[in-house]
Every structure is written in structure tokens, then in C-alpha cells.
């Protein structure tokens, strides 16, 4: 017991003298704490980003459901592309058609097939407009698979679309910037020029990357090829199957009829892509590990150049406190004492670092938060790596001074003037 309060009491004794130390030597401590502070705070802040993106991108998947995967044009993928037919075959991809999407609408082992499409455009109510609004084009099942729901209103029907009647369900936030506060439902707003009649209200479930807090509205498909020349060569669809059928078999009726539809003979390659949130989230981490070997590399340069700091420092430190430390010798102190205390002011200039480092890259995080789509997040596991890290650094680039100390005679460190 004696001994643990002993070493808690060095533990205070070196807090306090490597304190005093950074008030006396304050420019040489504030390049070690800035260079501890810079790695520190690369790694909150890029650790934060990709937090938030990932908890956002996991929620949107949980809003589709874990067996949904979809359907497109072209797959997604992080090999180069230099636009020849070798490296990129699937350019030729010819566009997803209405008879395939109905086609796939017949097999009775899906749930859902969600098709879409998008555009932008002006939208204006009275003297309020707003320009380049998001138009998303969608079957009229989109609820299924899109998530959220109508708070007020209706969604439109399959005769509305069919017919391309010009009806229009807004979110909240192009209620917000429109209408500000009257009723939109029933009132006309025009988009690109031609009036839409709103319908219902949308409350949009959660987003990736937070898109839910941007004007958007929501018309059917016939509609959209009707009036807003929509990208009819972008469509896409999102596919449910119905519970109970496993995924992978779905995918296999999938991409059964979709050869069917188009003729392809058994040797040829499918000429459209299938999507599942594994490939997603494959992609996904393939780009956040590129992130995260340059978060190292930064952050390590920043730790780098607080450690070397450290050395500095402290050998300053030591050469100062030479008769000082022969006096402790002298007194009955051991090396390991010695040793201790020194490693303990290196580590305490490295934690004060890396406290001020993580401090300032919370609160990047927060700003960026508030004032981007990204929603960055700092992961509770951020602060222990700073803690580790910044410990590590201190102990490492700390050893060779206290060594040095620790290994002093004390008859010599006594004559030292």
C-alpha cells in the first residue's frame, strides 16, 4: 500500500515539474504540444467524418431493409477507367426500360421493385422560388422501400402516374422555404414552368448524408417523363423480395429475366449491374482505408515532430536539473525513481498535447456537423486512441533523456554547476 501511494505521489510530483517546465521553457513546449496536438487532431477529425458517414450510410440501409439490393445501369467500382472497352465494358450498358421493371414486377418472390429516376429544376410559389430543387421520380410504390412517411396529404396512384397526372408531394423542408407557414395541400406551385398540384407532405426517414434537410420534391414517374424530361437512361430500381425468399435466389430470378428481356445468349456477359449493400459497404471501406492510411501518415508526422520535441526538452530539462538530480541520488533515489519521474513529464507534455488537440477537432466536429451534409460524429473510441497514442509518444521519445538521467553519478551530478 505504502509503495502504490508512493508511486501515486511521484505520479503528482511529475505532473507538477513538467508543468513548471512548460512555463519556463514556453516556446520549445509549445512546438512539442502543437506538433502532438496536430497528429491528435488529424485523427479526431478524419476518425469523426468517417463515423458519421458510416452510421449515416447504416441507417439509410436500415430504412430498406437488409435484404433489399438494386438494380442499375452501371456497377459501382474503384477500378480506372482510361474509357476503352477493356478497362470499362460496362459503358456500353444499355439503359434499364419500363417493359423489364414491369417484367420483374410479375415474379412473385418480390416484395417490392422500387423504380426511380431524378432531376433538378426550379420550383416557385407565388413570388418564392428556389432553383436547382432536387425532383425525385418514383414508382408509386416508393413508400415501401423509401422509408418515412405522408404526414399530410396522399401519396399519388397508380392511375395518376400512369396517366402523368402533374402532381407533386413536397418534403418538409420545400414546405418550409415556400409556404412558410400556411397549408401547402391542395395549392398549386409551378415546376419548370408547369403547375403541379401538391398533394400530400413528406417526412423523409433517415438520409445518407443527412439529404433529408434539402428542398426536394417527389412527383410520379409518368409524370416526370411527361412534363420534366426526366433522365429516362438514369433509371434505376430498388428490389425487395418477399419474406422468406432468400436474397441471393432473388437476385438469381433478377438476373434471369433481365437476359431474358434482353436476348442475351449464355456466353455473353450481363449487360446491367446488381447491387448489394455488400458491395456498398465493400466500396465504401475500400475508400475509407485510403483515408485512413493518410490520417496515419499525417497524424504520424504530427507525433514525429512533438516526440523529437519531447527529446528536446527534455534533455534540456535533465542537463538543468543535473544537481538536482544528483541530490535525490544522494538522498536514497533509485534509477527506476529517476526514470520514472522523467518518463512521467514526457508523457504529461504528450497528453497536454493531445488534449488540446482533441478538444479542437471536437469541435471542428461539431461545426462541420452543423454546417455540412456530413454528419460527423466523434466515436467515443477517439479519445483513448488520442490517450494511447499520445502516452506512447511521450514514453518512447521520453526514454532516452530519462535514461540519461536515470544513469547519472551522483558524485559527478553534485560538482555540476
Known sequence: MQRLLARIASLFEGVVIAVDSIRQNRVRAALTILGIAIGVFVVVVMSAAIHGINTSLAATFESLGPTTFFLNRFPISLEACD??????????????????????????????????????????????????????????????????????????????????????????????????????????????????????????????????????????????????????????AAIRPKTGVARDDAIDEVVAVMRGERGLRPSQPNDFAIITQDKIFEVWNTMTGVFFLVMIVLSGVGLMVGGVGVVAIMMISVTERTREIGVRKALGATRAVILWQFLIEAATLTAIGAAIGFTIGWLVALIVRSASPIPASVPPTAALVALVASTITGIMFGMLPASRAAKLDPITALRYE
Request: aromatic content about 10%.
Open 83 to 236: 474509357d476503352s472497352d477493356d478497362t470499362c465494358p460496362w459503358r456500353n450498358n444499355p439503359p434499364i426500360r419500363p417493359n423489364e421493371l414491369a417484367a420483374l414486377g410479375r415474379l412473385t418472390n418480390l416484395d417490392q421493385v422500387v423504380h426511380r429516376t431524378g432531376t433538378s429544376t426550379r420550383v416557385k410559389y407565388f413570388n418564392r422560388e428556389l432553383s436547382n430543387v432536387e425532383i425525385q421520380v418514383y414508382s408509386p410504390n416508393w413508400l415501401a422501400i423509401g422509408g418515412g412517411d405522408i404526414i399530410a396529404g396522399r401519396n399519388w396512384t397508380p392511375a395518376e402516374d400512369a396517366n402523368g397526372q402533374a402532381v407533386v408531394v413536397l418534403n418538409e423542408k420545400m414546405v418550409e422555404r415556400l409556404f412558410v407557414d400556411s397549408d401547402p395541400l391542395g395549392k398549386e406551385v409551378s415546376v419548370n414552368g408547369t403547375p403541379f398540384t401538391v398533394i400530400g407532405l413528406y417526412k423523409e426517414a433517415a438520409q445518407f448524408l443527412g439529404e433529408g434537410d434539402r428542398p426536394r420534391g417527389y412527383v410520379p414517374m409518368g409524370t416526370g417523363l411527361r412534363y420534366l424530361r426526366v433522365w429516362i437512361d438514369w433509371i434505376e
